[in-house]
């Protein structure tokens, strides 16, 4: 996964999206999904610019303080950061609209969300290294699989986000695969999470 930590310093928006994020120093705090995602998925279809980010997806852990307004007043502080859509999550609280058990990480709220190639996640460290990190191996994503969660089976859910978000659209190679009841198929997602990856632009 080097190459994507080195896509992501790359692209300048995605770096000054990073530093504003880096900026609040929120405990456990990524930017997900469709920012790491999109970019993958660009790189290979070998678009020359990136697709517009319809929204920037901010994850953070912090069960001292569950107030959703405090959301709402991140999401204004980065936006007097630089003017995008952001959306502002603290997962210790997302398990009830959810209706999961109590997360105990944003990787584990992570590992929960409908697709395994959108729960990806990016941060900036001290050191200005880029850190990718996901609760799944990721084996199908530069292969431009779209894979529901064998962990969270919503077939009805995967193929509507499918129809909303009009991937097959933009992506052309996208390979959609089957949204069945994988309950009795399931991987080794415990493996998935202990083999997480972690890389940095010089690893």
């Known amino acids: 996964?080097?190459?994507?930590?080195?896509?992501?310093?790359?692209?300048?928006?995605?770096?000054?999206?990073?530093?504003?994020?880096?900026?609040?120093?929120?405990?456990?705090?990524?930017?997900?999904?469709?920012?790491?995602?999109?970019?993958?998925?660009?790189?290979?279809?070998?678009?020359?610019?990136?697709?517009?980010?319809?929204?920037?997806?901010?994850?953070?852990?912090?069960?001292?303080?569950?107030?959703?307004?405090?959301?709402?007043?991140?999401?204004?502080?980065?936006?007097?950061?630089?003017?995008?859509?952001?959306?502002?999550k603290n997962q210790a609280r997302m398990h009830t609209r959810n209706g999961d058990l109590p997360y105990h990480s944003s990787l584990d709220a992570m590992s929960y969300w409908v697709e395994v190639e959108t729960a990806l996640a990016a941060r900036l460290l001290p050191t200005g290294q880029v850190e990718i990190a996901s609760p799944f191996t990721q084996a199908g994503l530069f292969n431009l699989y779209v894979t529901p969660n064998p962990k969270r089976c919503k077939p009805e859910a995967f193929r509507q986000r499918q129809r909303e978000k009009g991937w097959a659209r933009q992506w052309s190679k996208l390979q959609f695969l089957p949204a069945v009841d994988m309950r009795l198929n399931q991987p080794d997602l415990e493996s998935d999470r202990k083999n997480c990856f972690s890389n940095s632009n010089n690893s």
């Open 1 to 88: 996964m080097h190459r994507l930590s080195h896509w992501i310093a790359e692209d300048s928006l995605r770096s000054q999206i990073l530093t504003c994020v880096a900026g609040l120093h929120l405990p456990d705090a990524w930017v997900a999904a469709g920012f790491v995602r999109n970019l993958v998925w660009d790189r290979l279809h070998e678009y020359k610019t990136s697709t517009p980010l319809t929204d920037i997806d901010v994850i953070y852990f912090d069960s001292a303080c569950i107030d959703p307004e405090r959301d709402a007043a991140l999401e204004r502080q980065l936006k007097a950061c630089i003017a995008l859509p952001w959306s502002v």
